[in-house]
């Protein structure tokens, strides 16, 4: 949402340097998004890989089990 209205705000005429203050980007950022945007003609957010999980699958669904075989209302974790 923060892209879209920079953009908007960019194409009202506010000068770059300002939209980027404004909405606390840096002004490279901003022109990366004006180039992209003038090449696709749209706004499209890619999906980022992010942070490798640290779980394993298997893990990661053991743990979802010790979680909702819980008696407790609250856990903590020294619980889980």
């Given at each position: 949402m923060l892209?879209?209205?920079?953009?908007?705000?960019?194409?009202k005429g506010m000068p770059a340097e300002t939209v980027a203050a404004c909405y606390d980007v840096s002004l490279k950022t901003l022109k990366e998004w004006i180039k992209k945007f003038e090449a696709q003609n749209q706004l499209s957010d890619q999906l980022c890989s992010g942070r490798p999980a640290k779980l394993s699958i298997?893990?990661?669904?053991?743990l979802k089990q010790m979680i909702s075989h819980q008696n407790q209302r609250v856990w903590t974790a020294r619980h889980v």
């Open positions: 892209r879209v209205k920079a953009l908007i705000a960019y194409y298997s893990q990661a669904e053991e």
